[in-house]
């Protein structure tokens, strides 16, 4: 049996529903030698800001339980690098691309919104014979503090996911999916204002806010007190979150959070998930994406499942 593996997220169609997490793929070139990025169903690019960030200070990654925490601080080369010499990369690749987008302000957000479309030209669907224009959707991260209100994150208000999700809807035809944080008390409101704002798919989770303090020296592990927990770890708080959110909106939902094999990525798929993200996994074990792809697979193939989109239908009571 041949099971159809294709995945639609707005007005794009994923080739199967396991891509790879922003943070911890870079821009996929870094992963060209030991990975077949064709055969990978999304790549989530680092987060991109309007001006490069060298991150925060070190030491900002500690290993934890089952997991790591980060503080990473969205180190990236800035938008005007991104566009003269990642988006030329990003146009070599077969596989969709989500350019994963961040900032500390609305304006911000849509700055690099609106120069990523004008340097990325016109959108063909992947495969489809057209040029690649190297973006075929964002991917919106609102776990930043927004300066302007007071620190708080766009992530935790839905006031803010709204009004933020409708401004770049209004400037890009683009699949636009909204990245959502598990530090909230509930998923649900903060799922179903982007979707209102005219997201076509949220995806969850971000990382969950962590701390490890080095009892010998009393001080924090990392520079910055916190950071952000990922891993194995934090995999049962994702598959509630996302079993939530998926009831609470119609558009599509994206899993992640501690996949690191097909049983995990199935655990998404069944909880409501339309299609998953492997994170922390890929710095284990380059591979994982690539195994999931196949594990899942073989598992519809036992199963008698025909499309990928059937599973999230498929949870018992
Ligand atoms: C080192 C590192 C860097 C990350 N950078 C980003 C980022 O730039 N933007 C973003 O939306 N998420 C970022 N994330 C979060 C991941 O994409 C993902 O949501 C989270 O790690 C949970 O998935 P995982 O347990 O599979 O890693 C980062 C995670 C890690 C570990």
Known sequence: MSCDLRVRIGPLELANPVGVASGTFGYGAEYEELVDLDALGAIYTKAVTKAPRPGNAVPRIVETPAGMLNSIGLANPGLEAFVDRKLPELRKLRAAVFVNVAGSSEDEYLEVVERI????????????????????????????????????????????????????????ARALVVKLTPNV????????????????????INTLVGMVIDVRRRRPALAMGTGGLSGPAVRPVGVACVHKAARAVKIPVI?????????????????????VQVGTGTFVDPR???????????????QGVARVEDIRGMLLA
């Open 185 to 204: 008390a509930d998923v649900s409101p903060i799922a179903r204002a982007a979707e209102t704002g005219g997201a076509d798919a949220v995806s969850l």
């Open 117 to 172: 479309e004008a340097a990325a030209g016109p959108w063909a669907q992947p495969g489809s014979g057209a040029a690649r224009s190297g973006v075929d959707g964002y991917e919106i991260n609102v776990s930043c503090p927004n300066v302007r209100h007071g620190g708080l994150a766009f992530g935790t208000d839905p006031a803010q996911v709204e009004r933020l999700t409708a401004a770049i809807r209004a400037r890009t």
């Open 288 to 302: 994982t994406a690539a195994e999931v792809l196949a594990g899942v697979q073989a598992w519809m193939e036992a």
């Open 255 to 275: 899993g992640l959070g501690g996949i690191t094999c097909a049983d995990d990525a199935l655990q998404y798929l069944l909880a409501g998930a339309s299609a």
